[in-house]
């Protein structure tokens, strides 16, 4: 046998080797497959880039921002976060037809003594000056909500806030729930539970409502001397 025939014998010889190896080493890859969606899991907010414009509230500014398009609480432990830049989010909750119904909406709770016809109900945060006229002898805490549900309801309503940024015992002795009638602000206290920092108020229909603090003579007094020029 010449040379170049041995030679040519060798390479079909070797061209024959790496194609079988190649064909055992190759790998066999799976046949892609949609991911199933987890039962009871939802995404039902998100947050989207701006990268530019600027946002105002009061005396402060924020420029070149990112927005976010739901806003609402997170509560955990005696930590609230209130997401979104100025917390303007409506926040809702679905209300079941029964009796002592409750919904949480973030700091604040709502139990209806009965729900015959399911429905939703809403927080919107407003400001504490169109929430109504404030009576004498109260000074608004700064939280001020329009509650409202598409629920049909009967009997009183219990509306109660978790205050656990006040740690002062005295101060949330002074801590009212106001209710909003007939443009004025009525206080609708039933209870205080300064362990869990809960206060509450029993009402007959929604409305707007507010957080209060009683101002005490001592307050008042102080006030005068801070600002006498306003008296």
């Not at 497959?33 to 039962?39: G, I, Q, V």
């Not at 899991?41 to 105002?56: D, I, R």
């Not at 604040?108 to 109504?132: E, K, M, R």
């Not at 929604?206 to 008296?231: E, R, Y």
Request: hydrophobic residues 35%.
């Amino acid at each position: 046998m010449s040379r170049s025939a041995v030679t040519a014998s060798r390479l079909l010889i070797l061209s024959f080797a790496f194609s079988l190896s190649t064909r055992v080493l190759e790998p066999s890859l799976p046949k892609s497959t949609p991911t199933p969606t987890p039962s009871g899991f939802a995404v039902n907010s998100y947050v989207f880039p701006e990268g530019g414009g600027s946002s105002a509230n009061g005396q402060f500014d924020l420029l070149g921002t990112g927005g976010q398009d739901d806003t609402g609480f997170s509560r955990g432990g005696t930590y609230t976060l209130d997401s979104g830049f100025w917390g303007a989010g409506t926040l809702m909750a679905i209300t079941p037809a029964g009796t002592n119904t409750t919904v949480s909406l973030g700091i604040v709770t709502v139990t209806f003594a009965n729900v015959s016809t399911a429905g939703t109900t809403y927080l919107t945060p407003i400001d504490p000056n169109s929430s109504g006229n404030t009576p004498s002898g109260y000074m608004i805490a700064g939280l001020a909500f329009d509650i409202t549900t598409t629920a049909v309801y009967s009997g009183p309503i219990s509306v109660c806030f978790s205050l656990p940024a006040i740690t002062d015992p005295s101060l949330f002795s002074r801590v009212r729930v106001l209710h909003g009638e007939n443009g004025t602000l009525v206080d609708r206290t039933t209870s205080q539970d300064f362990t869990t920092k809960t206060v509450c108020g029993t009402v007959d229909s929604l409305s707007p409502f507010a957080v209060a603090i009683v101002i005490t003579p001592q307050a008042i007094k102080q006030s005068v001397l801070d600002h006498p020029w306003d008296n």
